[in-house]
């Protein structure tokens, strides 16, 4: 497998998990951007167990998912039931905060950042296979805790909650607990991401975590619908190779190119290009398909 699609594949499988954290609070009208603080969080972390404490890959993922959690169940506890603007702006302060605390210590690399983080298997084929092999197994596990949370109770909550937060309160709905409960979730997936990127691109930078990812994302997850968690399988893979087939000198306008495409779906299609209707609309025509058989 070469270099570039390998970085192609797993690049693209971050982006939908680092979108599925976007969406998640978003279910109850929230735009949460901890996830992109966490990843870089956990990113350090397993950079530095990884380079100086020589920690196995399995405990260095499990440990990032975790602290990503916590620390976003800590920020939750202030910011679980708050309007969408202020935990907007609370993400995009701990970015921030994040960026320059790394940026002036000389032990996190400073600006330079943390190179030589060392392969998982010592053969370079071997090491690329087996990263792509967990980032995606992470991407079906998520995708399918997603879709199981949404067809529950919990699911039809939090899109009361989204709808009409006074029927969710006579409803007898927790508005706090469920926002405390998918900001968690959102925080240790980016956790999860954090950990993934360091060991796939074996170097980290603070201009690897940047307010770019939140465009990125955001991006992503609007493009493909805000609605549904399949926009993201959609529009990750599309949005992030397009810029690749473009010439070399309009590569570095992508992000002003996601700025356009945002713009551009927000004035003329706002609920995404996939749409709840356009689900059900699949999965009865697949009814009808195999019905007969």
Not at 9 to 38: D, E
Not at 108 to 118: A, C, D, E, H, T
Not at 141 to 153: A, D, M, P, Q, V
């Amino acid at each position: 497998m070469s270099l570039t699609l390998f970085y192609y594949l797993s690049i693209t499988a971050i982006y939908i998990l680092m979108s599925w954290a976007l969406y998640l609070p978003y279910r109850v009208g929230q735009l949460h951007f901890m996830s992109v603080a966490n990843m870089a969080i956990s990113a350090y972390f397993a950079a530095i167990m990884a380079v100086n404490f020589s920690l196995p890959f399995g405990i260095v993922l499990i440990a990032g998912t975790i602290i990503g959690g916590i620390i976003g169940y800590i920020v939750s506890i202030a910011i679980g039931d708050a309007p969408c603007f202020s935990v907007v702006i609370v993400g995009f302060t701990f970015i921030y905060l994040i960026n320059t605390i790394v940026e002036n210590m000389e032990y996190l690399g400073g600006s330079m950042g943390i190179f030589n983080i060392p392969k998982v298997l010592k053969h370079s084929d071997s090491n690329r296979a087996f990263l792509l092999i967990i980032i995606y197994i992470l991407v079906l596990f998520t995708g399918i805790l997603i879709n199981r949370f949404e067809k529950s109770k919990y699911g039809r909550a939090a899109f009361t909650i989204n709808a009409n937060k006074n029927i969710a309160l006579s409803s007898g709905i927790n508005i706090k607990k469920m926002g405390m409960l998918l900001q968690t979730w959102s925080s240790s997936i980016g956790g999860m991401c954090g950990v993934m990127y360091a060991f796939i691109m074996r170097s980290i930078s603070p201009d690897n975590f940047t307010f770019n990812i939140v465009g990125v994302c955001v991006t992503m997850l609007f493009v493909g619908g805000i609605n549904t968690m399949w926009g993201p399988l959609i529009a990750a893979p599309l949005l992030w190779g397009f810029p690749l087939i473009l010439p070399e000198k309009l590569q570095s306008w992508k992000i002003v190119l996601y700025g356009i495409f945002l713009i551009l779906i927000l004035l003329i299609k706002p609920e995404g290009l996939i749409t709840r209707e356009w689900i059900k609309k699949i999965k009865n025509k697949y009814k009808r398909v195999i019905e007969p058989l």
